[in-house]
């Protein structure tokens, strides 16, 4: 065979020769020639890693593609493209054969790229990771965590003393061991990873699930430790007292030297401003440094990495500036590649070499996951927890994921376990990672499980009298002096008092655990941390006996926030919620800022809310006027639900004496009266609210203008809101979304922003040339909820 022609060769180094024809040239002579020997080999490690990467990479990305659609996570798609690519399937291929080769010698180079992907997401894991949480969790979840360790790990002992074999080796004794360890712990890594991709980690079940997690990872690694120090004592005092002395000694300079230091480079970072690359680096070094330590006082190095990452203070800006450096490169690359390449190992023939050992072990942890399954149940329903949320907990609970799977291998590599036990043990963490995913999603939808048939919560309904609830919405604190000027010329009164709920939302960054805040008023400590909590404060202050304020913070990734919004507006009762809109305009009127994740929340939370919504467009108009200034406010109406809940709220704006309220009536007649036709129900109720604006208007000492504006097309509506967007300073109007008539037929084809409806985004446009305020309103949505 010509040698340009012949297949890679492996070489005992772990390197590959490739063969690479050379193209033609031309001679002396100006004649195209084919060299004699035609062939560059390359023995360089270097494009073999790269191969392995990007064939690994593309086959799990595939693999996921195709069963993402059936509810496959990503994890469990990364073990199936490990099957895919191990011995089983194209790992049979003269190809694959060549690329990831199945000795010890020859995948050791992938090996050491993926497992520094694992060790990079230990350590971030460990700094995501809130360990306050396991010490200010509720005694709920600090009883199921303690429980789901204990019974299952207590019923695995007692199963082995039944179920004696004899002359059981001691390679036996340990993968029962490490059968009954990987089994009995809820490792918190498992658990958050699992709850992100479902999107519900900031839901009532996904934060009890992650405390008990926390509590049982925890309490599982100082008992583990304490055992393995109990175990060298019976071999020899003096090295079990080394090791307990090294552990003490690692444990004090983490968290009285390290984690100190850490909190001065919090301190000594300007706020706003990045941590300093040194800073980041000496952190990475002594990361790697702790692992060498854990390693030479007998521990693996992957324990030392994990808890120097829990000494690393979470969320901004340390926290979040390090998963900022390097989640995406070490989850995105190498984590991906470190499933897939132990999943490699994998071979099915192994399975059924051993029937007898084979059958113990998948009795043993069928056995573990039920009792495991069971016990979560039961505790879970004790304390009154739902059936259908107590299975969906204890499944999430028992659920296995990529920490298992990397002490399956360890234990492989070391020869604690056999290729066929730990094919069983991988194949059984698959089973459990492609199932329970699927059962949890089946059972536990929060989004489904909104309730139904609530009263009507909007402003409409509300009595003339009755309080007015609200929740105010806070990303960056330019937000605030909008809202609390629009919630100002509300016009509250002791006898029609606004009650008022201002959340912070804060991006999720740097942990992994949502936090949801009650600011209490009488903390001064926790309310100097939040200037918004002091503007409101004052805002309550300034007025007292008519305004009541409650501050609330929620950090939780922004996909899933909109979960908060719609909760505490639920728990609370509210009739509107007020959002800030994705634009920030700069005092010139130019567009500084534009935020993108915003305006995802806003659409979701107005699809979903459970009251009536309002999007505040803030373009730099002062709104609070002092007290002997007029304010004008204008209402653009043209009918249906949203118009109507927009003209309630302006009259209730109305009845500030400062205000100075404009009802346009957009109308495709001549007259302000019908035309003769026979009105539908909703034409009614459009009539039936209009009816007390036409009529105070004709009293001299009134507030409120009524005026009407014929268009017959959206062209002249268009010419209509630009002629009179100057005239006010803050102008509402119903968002209207779906509804189409003769006043806007057309304009919405132009429409820049949906959730504005068709009138408030021509006054949002950035080619109105206005510093006027909109706000946009949208009634309850009744076919949500």
Not at 195 to 218: C, F, M, P
Not at 653 to 667: E, N, Q, Y
């Amino acid at each position: 065979m010509d040698k340009a022609l012949a297949p890679p060769r492996p070489h005992e180094n772990g390197t590959v020769e490739v063969c690479i024809p050379l193209p033609p040239r031309i001679n002396s002579a100006g004649i195209w020639e084919n060299p004699a020997s035609p062939s560059v080999i390359l023995t360089y490690s270097l494009p073999l890693l790269e191969l392995q990467l990007l064939l690994t990479f593309l086959v799990s990305q595939l693999v996921y593609a195709i069963l993402r659609p059936l509810g496959i996570t990503l994890f469990a798609s990364q073990m199936f493209a490990g099957l895919v690519t191990g011995p089983g399937l194209l790992g049979r291929t003269d190809i694959f054969r060549s690329i990831f080769i199945t000795t010890e010698t020859g995948i050791q180079i992938v090996d050491t790229a993926a497992g520094f992907g694992f060790f990079m997401f230990l350590f971030l894991m460990g700094v995501k990771m809130d360990m306050n949480m396991a010490f200010k969790t509720t005694k709920r979840a600090v009883l199921i965590g303690i429980v789901s360790l204990f019974v299952p790990f207590v019923a695995a002992v007692i199963i082995q003393e039944a179920y004696k074999m004899p002359n059981i080796s001691n390679q036996m004794k340990m993968e029962r061991i490490v059968a009954t360890i990987t089994e009995s712990v809820t490792y918190f890594a498992v658990v958050s990873c699992l709850l992100s991709e479902l999107k519900i980690i900031n839901t009532e079940l996904g934060r009890l699930a992650l405390s008990a997690a926390v509590v049982n990872d925890l309490t599982s690694l100082l008992l583990f430790q304490v055992f393995s120090i109990a175990r060298h004592w019976t071999v020899s005092p003096s090295i079990a007292l080394g090791h307990a002395g090294g552990a003490c000694i690692f444990t004090f300079l983490l968290f009285f030297v390290f984690r100190p230091w850490m909190f001065w480079i919090i301190r000594t970072t300007p706020e706003g401003s990045p941590i300093e690359d040194v800073y980041i680096v000496i952190i990475m070094m002594l990361a790697l440094g702790s692992s060498m330590f854990t390693y030479v006082i007998g521990r693996t190095p992957l324990l030392g990495v994990f808890i120097f990452g829990l000494a690393v203070p979470d969320g901004p800006p340390l926290g979040s500036a390090l998963v900022d450096k390097f989640e995406c490169f070490s989850n995105g690359m190498f984590l991906a590649i470190y499933v897939s390449t132990a999943t490699m190992r994998v071979h099915p023939e192994m399975v059924l070499a051993d029937s007898t050992i084979v059958q113990f072990t998948c009795v043993f942890l069928t056995f573990m996951f039920v009792v495991k399954l069971v016990s979560c149940f039961l505790i879970s329903r004790w304390t009154m927890m739902p059936a259908r949320d107590s299975l969906a907990f204890a499944l999430i609970m028992s659920s296995k994921g990529i920490v298992e799977l990397a002490y399956f291998t360890s234990f492989k590599e070391n020869e604690v376990v056999s290729d066929a036990t730990f094919s069983v043990l991988t194949l059984g963490a698959l089973l459990n990672a492609t199932t329970i995913p699927i059962l949890v999603k089946f059972l536990y939808d929060p989004v489904s499980r909104k309730p139904t048939g609530y009263d009507q919560r909007n402003i409409m309904h509300l009595k003339p009298d009755s309080e007015l609830r609200i929740l105010a919405c806070i990303h960056e604190p330019e937000h605030v002096p909008a809202l609390i000027d629009l919630l100002d010329i509300t016009c509250p009164t002791e006898d029609s008092p606004n009650v008022v709920y201002a959340l912070h939302l804060i991006e999720l960054v740097g942990r992994d655990t949502p936090v949801f805040i009650a600011h209490q008023k009488n903390r001064n400590r926790v309310a100097s941390s939040f200037q918004y909590v002091v503007d409101f404060n004052q805002y309550e202050q300034n007025n007292w006996g008519s305004v009541t304020v409650n501050a609330f913070t929620a950090i939780s990734p922004y996909k899933l926030m909109h979960e908060d919004v719609c909760t505490l507006a639920l728990d609370k009762q509210t009739s509107l919620i007020l959002l800030p809109f994705h634009k920030k305009w700069s005092i010139d009127g130019s567009i500084e800022i534009e935020n993108s994740a915003i305006r995802n929340l806003n659409c979701t939370v107005l699809n979903h809310a459970p009251c009536s919504a309002g999007i505040l467009v803030d373009r730099r108009r002062k709104l609070l006027m002092p007290s002997t200034s007029a304010y004008s406010v204008g209402m653009i109406f043209l009918g249906g639900k949203d118009d109507r809940e927009a003209l309630t709220l302006a009259k209730r704006i109305a009845r500030d004496p400062r205000v100075k309220l404009t009802v346009i009536h957009l109308t495709d007649h001549e007259s302000d009266q019908d035309s003769g036709d026979v009105m539908d129900w909703d034409s009614m109720l459009d009539a039936e609210t209009l009816r007390d604006v036409k009529q105070n208007e004709d009293s001299d000492d009134c507030a409120i203008t009524y005026q009407v504006e014929v268009s017959n097309h959206g062209i002249q509506t268009s010419k209509i809101v630009r002629t009179i967007a100057d005239d006010y300073d803050l102008i509402i109007v119903g968002r209207r979304h779906g509804l189409d008539s003769v006043q806007t037929m057309g304009l919405s084809d132009w429409s820049e922003f949906p959730e504005l409806g068709v009138i408030g985004d021509l006054l949002a446009s950035p080619d109105l040339d206005s510093r006027i305020s909109i706000l946009v309103v949208q009634q309850q949505d009744y076919v949500n909820y």
